[in-house]
């Protein structure tokens, strides 16, 4: 059996995608430090970094489907992972914080942990198909 290009939906195009998206996430998060919080332009920018991330999500989706149903069960199952690990890890350290731990803006670095969890992952159980 020939094990499939597991990240062969990440062409070019996409990472071409990913950049774009991405730097126009950190760019709006720069220029929003720059005014006030709570001020609308902050408000405004924050919304546009919402917006930014979802289509980043959903582009990720999308590739994500042009694979064959093997690999995308390898990566659901590596997603299914790295939401859970996420999800204790963010809980942790936000209790931790809430009973005084200073830990700083820990929540800025969620997506990202996720993203290199579920890669790690997906790397790991493309294995059990080789």
């Known amino acids: 059996m020939t094990t499939p290009k597991l990240m062969g939906c990440f062409d070019r ?8 998206g991405g730097i126009a996430v950190v760019a709006l998060a720069f220029v929003a430090r720059q005014f006030d919080r709570g001020s609308t332009v902050r408000l405004a920018l924050v919304v546009a970094e919402c917006v930014a991330i979802g289509y980043l999500i959903a582009t990720t989706t999308w590739a994500i489907r042009r694979l064959d149903e093997l690999s995308q069960r390898i ?6 992972i790295s939401f ?3 999800a204790v890890l963010a809980t942790a350290l936000g209790l931790l914080s809430e009973a005084g731990l200073p830990l700083g803006d820990w929540y800025l670095w969620v997506w990202p942990f996720m993203a290199l969890v579920w890669a790690a992952g997906a790397f790991v159980i493309r ?4």
Do not use: D, N, S, W
């Open 127 to 130: 294995r059990r198909y080789e």
């Open 75 to 80: 990566h659901l199952v590596a997603l299914a």
């Open 84 to 86: 859970t690990v996420t």
């Open 13 to 20: 195009r996409y990472l071409g995608q990913i950049a774009v």
